[in-house]
């Protein structure tokens, strides 16, 4: 293995990707040269130093991530409030729209001359006394398929 | 479809259910009293109408009376419980006065009293089925004559 392989193996080693047979390889070729030896201490001190670096800068975004988090736990928790409290609105929605039906239904049931017509059922009435102080009264019975009527005749 | 729309909208169902059931209480309030209605008809040999609102009194008063012309004037419904009295108005000032007296079974029995102004035009008592109809004619009105069509349901 010369240098310029060895550099290149030196760099997939420090990124844990060379293989077991080139990393004995490696080994022996650093054992015989002080250069590439200098330079694997070199590149394998990097990565802890960078790991370092990167829990420091952490721990100085600390407590802005927290705070970060801790809004976005708020809306979280915000939203699924205003979910339940729209899910209870449209449960009990019904209420007033059940008074409005009611209401409609008490106003406008058929009353007065609006109704149907005239279906009667039967013409079968007794008439059990009938008078008048100023008019003649005669009882008109032309069948049971015909009404019966008392008609008034006024006294002139 | 009105269980695919409660389905669709499951909220719909309750207000539904409450409208049908008051629908359905407004007769089962009439059944326990009687309704009384009298329709004024004028009776005249002016013109050749009959009101189709007479419905399937139309033929009757053809066949019975010899005017030409129905017209219904007015209609007018009372809830009676027995022992209440009903003041109807009349076409012409008159007024009728339907007390509902005690009966048994689908019977109707009814004190009427008919006056026009303080004379008294008619005092009688009819029995009569619910759903059945009396027919009083004769008082003057206009160019006719007024037939009150009484019905108890």
Redesign the interface.
Known sequence: MDCRAALTSIEAKADGLLPREEAAELAGHLAGCPACSAEDAAISATGPVLRALTGIRAMEKAPALDAMWTRVRAGIEESGETRRRSSWI??W??IP??VA??VF??LF?P???D?????????????????????T?AL?D?GE??????????DA | MLSAASRKYPGIRAPLLLLLLLLAAVPSEAADTVAVEVGSVYASNEGASIDPALGTIRGKLQSMFNYTSYRMLDRKRRSLSVGEAGEFELPGRRTMRATLLPAQGDKVRLSIRISDGPRNLLTTTLGLRRGGMVLVGGPSHQAGVLILLISAE
């Open positions: 449209a449960r929605a019904w729209a059940a039906l009611a239904a008490l049931y009353s007065g001359t109704r149907a017509p005239f279906h009667p059922s039967s013409f079968d009435v007794a008439v059990e006394d009938v008078e008048s102080d100023v008019a009264v008109v032309k398929d015909l009404p019966r009527v008392i008609w008034i005749i006024e």
